[in-house]
């Protein structure tokens, strides 16, 4: 039987709200950023949002790898491809989605601070407090008893291609395997599941 893993499907409503409460919490502070990092692949859509709501144009990129296959991680958070831009007296914030083990976020930290920024802090949309790092800035905690893989909208098929995988489970009727991620995964049965799966079945959920 695979195991189960508790999962929550995230909604762009709530993703708006969350980013408006890390926009809030920023100009509260009074912190502005001259430039924005992204870390990819998370917290790239989390980044260009908040740049659009602080006003601010300089988006830049870093990628960290650190979970494999979905809710499972490479154990060790790595930089893969670096902050390639001059940030030498710059107020640097770094974005991503979510901290759940904090690794790739404090890995990013010194990597940044290691390219002579005036200053550097974070923010996620969500931020578990099981985590080695504490944001700056983030729109809701949760609490480690509450841990979820959180499904955001930019990985949601690739996330549910994942599960199905890990269900191990050779039937090619949609609804079956649509009520195992509902059983396993706690994932509703909802019609973009239910496409989702279909696809997946039929081989055009691509890679």
């Known amino acids: 039987m695979p195991d189960e893993i508790k999962c929550k499907v995230v909604t762009w409503s709530e993703i708006d709200h969350w980013a408006n409460m890390v926009a809030a919490k920023m100009e509260k502070s009074g912190y502005a950023p001259d430039v924005v990092v992204g870390l990819t692949r998370g917290g790239w859509v989390p980044a260009r949002i908040l740049c659009d709501q602080l006003v601010c144009k300089n988006l830049f990129s870093i990628k960290v790898e650190h979970w494999?296959?979905?809710?499972?991680?490479?154990n060790k958070a790595k930089i893969v491809q670096e902050l390639e831009?001059?940030?030498r007296g710059k107020k640097v914030l770094l974005v991503d989605d979510i901290t759940d083990t904090g690794d790739s976020l404090r890995l990013s930290i010194d990597h940044v601070k290691a390219k002579g920024p005036a200053d550097v802090k974070c923010a996620t949309l969500l931020h578990i407090?099981?985590?080695k790092t504490v944001p700056d800035f983030y729109g809701i905690e949760v609490k480690k008893e509450?841990?979820?893989?959180?499904?955001?909208?930019?990985?949601?098929?690739?996330?549910?291609?994942?599960?199905?995988?890990?269900?191990?489970?050779e039937s090619k009727d949609p609804?079956?395997?649509?009520?195992?991620?509902?059983?396993y995964y706690d994932i509703p049965t909802s019609k973009n599941v239910k496409a989702t799966v279909a696809n997946h079945i039929n081989g055009k959920g691509g890679k």
Do not use: Y
Not at 175 to 180: D, E, H, K
């Open 175 to 183: 609804a079956t395997l649509a009520a195992m991620l509902k059983r």
């Open 85 to 87: 831009v001059d940030v």
């Open 68 to 74: 494999g296959i979905t809710a499972q991680t490479d």
């Open 129 to 131: 407090n099981h985590s």
């Open 146 to 169: 509450n841990w979820r893989w959180f499904i955001f909208p930019w990985n949601f098929k690739e996330d549910m291609r994942n599960l199905i995988g890990k269900l191990g489970c």
